[in-house]
């Protein structure tokens, strides 16, 4: 998946939880995440959009699908998903549909970690998670500005 080249930022959820929990149950819903634009409906997405909260990756997946063959939709970058320009921070709000503890919340850039927010191995809040990423010091102005969809890789690990 190319990591950098459009006008914005789109980010994607990958869950990594310990086995004896087999379910994401959360995406991020601002900015709108590939998930979050399926489930309002601004594209065709196939099962997704029925549960945007399923994605589920093994550690060091960078798929959007989190390699789930159910949900190809969300690795096809020919799609028109919208892109939103972001400053040089950007504010992530996670939604969820089951509350699972959280080890931590790891964001990426290109397969670079950019931030980590303990979870302290609690479940996350009923009123949701946010988490504010400085991007400041990872990519310059022009090539944020040129960020494409799905290029920031936000893992909830269990």
Not at 12 to 36: E, N, T
Not at 42 to 48: E, F
Not at 68 to 93: A, C, H, I, M
Not at 142 to 155: E, F
Request: hydrophobic share 35%.
């Amino acid at each position: 998946m190319s990591l950098l080249g459009a006008a914005g930022l789109a980010p994607l959820l990958v869950a990594v939880l310990p086995a004896a929990q087999a379910s994401a149950h959360g995406y991020v819903s601002s900015p709108l995440s590939r998930q979050a634009q399926c489930a309002k409906g601004l594209l065709p997405c196939g099962d997704i959009q029925y549960e945007p909260q399923s994605v589920e990756a093994p550690k060091g997946s960078d798929k959007c699908s989190g390699g789930n063959s159910r949900f190809p939709e969300l690795d096809d970058d020919s799609k028109p998903w919208k892109v939103q320009s972001v400053g040089s921070t950007v504010t992530f709000q996670w939604t969820f549909t089951a509350l699972h503890r959280t080890l931590n919340w790891e964001y990426f850039i290109g397969g670079t970690r950019v931030a980590v927010f303990d979870g302290g191995n609690n479940p996350p809040p009923q009123d949701g998670v946010s988490h504010t990423v400085d991007l400041s010091n990872r990519l310059d102005a022009d090539r944020r500005a040129r960020a494409l969809a799905g290029a920031l890789d936000p893992r909830r690990r269990g």
